[in-house]
């Protein structure tokens, strides 16, 4: 593994800054480095919303409590729970199997725990949040409600200065097998008139991909594909937003898409035409909801609107549904159709 080297430029040659440990500078994991995340959650990776730290009110079945410290949790773009193992300087033989059992413990979460933790979290700087607060934080970094099967999954990241072989073998291993797990490092370097840190990923290599063959699952295809269009969904609005091709006010109408289901498309159809109402949607322009329902008044993401929609015709709310494909234009233009039109494009009705 190639060496790392800072130098400082500025006098008559580069001087090489001395690199340093946490503990050289007085500085601690949980009060500093773990703080620092917390702070700037880009540090290890873009797109982290921290729901908690030091999280530790787990209990068994029998209501036993387990004496285990989770030192971060955070939610990606995707929807995906990741856990956060930190350590000062270098990484434990055995810090991967622990984060193995948090990861194992967070699966069991659902969104409306994610909401009560979150909410405890922000409450330490902002004492009036409540949970629903915390939840539409969550809902507005994923762009929607969150979906159960993709919370199954969590990712794991390992962060240390230096992480010994048995963790880095195992870690590719684990990659191979499913799991997500990812190992940033990072170095403290003293320049002399100022302490700079450095991180980066030390595994999966950038590119990696391209040339290995992970051994592809069902049920992980699956969920991958719904992170990528949940991704795709939440995207969509914000180029519509941004190539302004639905307009504030327009309405828009239920058109069912042929996508695998756990519900019926006839009977939604049926259903939707017994009340003209719940077939039309106004365009409010809101990042995170911009569709009001007629049939309610209420604002809906439109995967959220498509599940409430299910809901109140079978009683059960289905886990996934690409709901930007259902909602078209006067010319049968759906809003994924819509988002990928050009800015100065012309989106007036055939």
């Known amino acids: ?12 040659q580069p001087a090489e800054a001395r690199e340093v440990g946490l503990s050289d500078l007085g500085l601690r994991e949980r009060a500093d480095l773990q703080q620092w995340i917390i702070a700037d959650p880009s540090l290890i990776e873009p797109g982290l919303l921290i729901l908690t730290e030091e999280y530790d009110k787990w209990a068994t079945s029998g209501g036993d409590r387990v004496r285990d410290r989770l030192d971060l949790m955070a939610l990606d773009s995707e929807g995906h729970l990741v856990v956060i193992e930190l350590k000062r300087d270098g990484a434990p033989d055995d810090v991967h199997l622990q984060a193995v059992t948090y990861a194992a413990m967070v699966s069991r979460f659902t969104e409306e725990d994610l909401a009560r933790i979150h909410a405890e ?36 990241i390992l962060v240390a200065r230096s992480f010994p072989r048995q963790v880095t073998s195992s870690t590719v291993w684990l990659n191979e097998m499913g799991l997500d797990v990812k190992l940033v490092q990072f170095r403290l370097w003293d320049t002399g008139a100022a302490h700079v840190m450095t991180t980066s990923v030390l595994y999966p290599v950038p590119g990696l991909e391209e040339f290995t063959v992970v051994p592809a699952r069902a049920e992980k295809a699956e969920t991958a594909q719904r992170a990528a269009n949940s991704t795709r969904n939440r995207k969509a609005v914000l180029r519509i937003l941004d190539n302004g091709s639905v307009k504030s006010g327009q309405i828009l109408r239920f058109r069912s898409y042929p ?53 109140e015709l079978t009683g059960n709310r289905p886990r996934y549904a690409f709901g930007t494909k259902y909602w078209v234009d006067d010319s049968g233009r759906d809003l994924a159709e819509l988002a990928d039109l050009p800015a100065d494009a012309d989106v007036t009705a055939d």
């Open 1 to 12: 593994m190639a060496i790392e080297r800072v130098s400082v430029i500025g006098g008559a």
């Open 121 to 156: 979290f922000l409450r330490r700087t902002d004492p009036q949040c409540d949970t629903q607060d915390a939840l539409r934080r969550i809902r507005e970094h994923c762009g929607d409600e969150l979906d159960a099967a993709l919370l199954k999954q969590p990712r794991l």
């Open 259 to 311: 996508e695998s289901l756990a519900w019926d498309n006839d009977d939604l159809d049926t259903w939707v035409a017994e009340d003209p109402r719940r077939g039309r949607a106004t365009w409010t322009g809101d990042r995170s909801r911009p569709l009001r329902w007629e049939y309610d008044d209420e604002v809906y993401a439109p995967t959220s609107l498509v599940k409430k929609m299910v809901e």
